[in-house]
């Protein structure tokens, strides 16, 4: 019995120590991507105010490093072209949540001080405007102790996810976790 509970009390940070996911608004029909003409000209971020307020408190948080890990992983894909004169295709993404925990914090309390946070919108939108396809993105963080106390490691690990999870629902690939949970 005590070495259940150890392998229980050892094994239950990790299983809420990642989490991730994408979430539609209604399951109308979205444009997905492809390389063979829906070809990404611009990337925008953007914030909402209480994103922007969040800001203050999150220094670690880089929107260009976010920006390019989006970037790469379309490119990746051959989504993403700002020099193709028919690329036409703009993705806004707008960050609605941003939290980030100092490294004293990730290292000695872990998941009990709560995730790190990236979460927001994405939208397409043609040349013209038109939403094409949106859906929300969210990637937390939580591990704790060496794991958790190295920014570059949080900070790559939500960018990478956030990334992934957002060329995934663009191009509609079936391993994307539409309702939630995810690693």
């Known amino acids: 019995m005590a070495k259940q509970i150890w392998t229980l009390l050892i094994v239950a940070p ?12 209604s399951p109308t029909r979205q444009l997905l991507l492809s390389s063979s003409g829906d070809i990404v000209k611009k990337i925008n971020i953007s914030f909402t105010p209480e994103a922007q307020k969040e800001l203050a408190d999150n220094l670690k948080f880089n929107q260009n490093t976010l920006l390019d890990t989006v970037r790469r992983a379309l490119q990746a894909r051959n ?9 036409t295709k703009t993705v806004d993404i707008v960050m609605t949540n941003i939290r ?10 872990g998941f009990m001080a709560g995730a790190d946070k990236l979460n927001g919108d994405v939208v397409v939108r043609d ?26 490691a949080r900070m790559g690990w939500l960018y990478e996810k956030f990334a992934q999870l957002t060329v995934q629902s663009l191009v509609g690939d079936v391993t994307a976790s539409a309702n939630g949970a995810g690693k």
């Open 14 to 25: 990790l299983i809420v120590a990642c989490a991730s996911g994408i979430e539609r608004p």
């Open 79 to 87: 989504l993403y072209d700002e020099n193709n004169p028919h690329a």
């Open 100 to 109: 980030i925990r100092s490294s004293f914090n990730a290292f000695m309390w």
């Open 127 to 152: 040349d013209k405007g038109t939403d094409l396809n949106h859906f929300s993105v969210y990637a937390d963080y939580a591990l704790g102790g060496l794991a958790g106390a190295q920014d570059e």
